[in-house]
């Protein structure tokens, strides 16, 4: 009869076992976290760094290229007047966006700042066409932009716009 009795202990005890998770098997470490590469437009010399890294300021990449003096290294401002008012101006921590659209093309110049606690000035600068979005030359966009701002201050004054 002790044996009887002792079955279904076993048996209860077998069963709850089986419910038990095993302990973690730690797996492989995590792969690298791969940072992108930013590979320069054609005919474009590479990217510089802003500058030397310190605690907690990562420096931006600038664009650099024949033609875009004028638009990198400047300040909001500046591209405000070449450009004209951004159709989008948006802040994401110390980063800033600015977009400039018109019926030829879309300028979206990107501002981060370049030392601690600086000032965002535009590190980089990309084009497309406002019909579809497919890419443009970049030059070329920044030209008829000006050139449609050249044309609006022939005409009525832009609100808040000064002579």
């Not at 419910?19 to 973690?24: G, K, M, Q, S, Y």
């Not at 760094?49 to 420096?59: L, N, Q, R």
């Not at 030359?137 to 000064?162: F, K």
Request: aromatic share 4%; net charge negative; charged share 20%.
């Amino acid at each position: 009869m002790t044996a009887i009795r002792l079955s279904p202990a076993l048996l209860l005890a077998a069963l709850l076992a089986g419910c038990a998770t095993p302990a973690p098997v730690p797996g492989p470490p995590p792969a690298p976290v791969s940072v992108p590469v930013v590979q320069p437009i054609p005919g474009q010399r590479p990217v510089e760094d802003a500058a030397p890294p310190t605690p907690g300021f990562i420096p931006p990449q600038i664009m650099r290229g024949p033609g875009l003096d004028g638009v990198i290294r400047e300040g909001p401002n500046h591209l405000i007047r070449q450009f004209g008012q951004p159709r989008l101006d948006v802040t994401e921590g110390d980063a800033r966006k600015l977009q400039f659209a018109d019926t030829p093309c879309v300028l979206d110049v990107f501002l981060y700042p370049l030392q601690p606690g600086g000032e965002p000035r535009s590190t980089w600068a990309e084009a497309r066409r406002a019909s579809d979005g497919a890419a443009v030359d970049l030059l070329a966009c920044m030209q008829a932009l000006r050139e449609t701002r050249g044309q609006r201050r022939d005409g009525p004054a832009i609100e808040g716009e000064r002579e």
